[in-house]
């Protein structure tokens, strides 16, 4: 057992550009990596989005506040809203984040090790969630 007093440390701040995320992301840790479980608060600004990629032993993403998007290899962006839960499979290739038009926050718990790949096209990113 171990417990986690207080924050689990500083908020990040990942901008664009990078390697895993597209536009502004917040990541502010819940609970730092632990026998292989990781968790984070996320927010995402309008259009802000993850990296094509993928979880080792998956990933449950908890919707807090907003309105964005969770897309699979092979399927069409779903619209994902405050109150929704997820399950990502083991390995399932995948990216999420805000619409264009409204920010979201999330808190994703990740499952073993996340492998990260290319960007979102502005091609594949859908313009609006509000339909
Ligand atoms: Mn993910």
Same mark, same amino acid.
């Given at each position: 057992?171990?417990?986690?007093? #207080? $924050?689990?440390?500083?908020? =990040?701040?990942? @901008? %664009?550009?990078?390697?895993?995320? &597209?536009?502004?992301?917040?990541?502010?840790?819940?609970?730092?990596?632990?026998?292989g479980?990781t968790?984070?608060?996320?927010?995402?600004?309008?259009? #802000? $989005?993850?990296?094509?990629? =993928?979880?080792? @032993? %998956?990933?449950?993403?908890?919707? &807090?506040a907003g309105?964005?998007?969770?897309?699979?290899?092979?399927?069409?962006?779903?619209?994902?809203?405050?109150?929704?839960?997820?399950?990502?499979?083991?390995?399932e290739?995948?990216?999420?984040?805000?619409?264009?038009d409204?920010?979201?926050?999330?808190?994703?718990?990740?499952?073993?090790?996340?492998?990260?790949?290319?960007?979102?096209?502005?091609?594949?990113?859908?313009?609006?969630?509000?339909?």
């Amino acid at each position: 057992m171990k417990v986690f007093h #207080g $924050r689990a440390g500083a908020a =990040s701040e990942r @901008r %664009g550009n990078g390697d895993t995320f &597209t536009g502004v992301v917040w990541a502010d840790p819940v609970m730092p990596s632990t026998d292989g479980v990781t968790i984070n608060t996320v927010c995402f600004e309008p259009g #802000g $989005r993850t990296y094509w990629h =993928s979880h080792e @032993r %998956g990933q449950i993403l908890q919707v &807090t506040a907003g309105q964005g998007w969770i897309c699979v290899e092979g399927g069409k962006p779903e619209v994902i809203r405050q109150g929704d839960v997820v399950w990502i499979g083991p390995n399932e290739r995948h990216w999420h984040g805000g619409s264009a038009d409204s920010f979201m926050v999330h808190i994703a718990t990740s499952l073993g090790k996340s492998t990260w790949q290319e960007a979102v096209s502005e091609h594949d990113y859908p313009p609006s969630a509000l339909r």
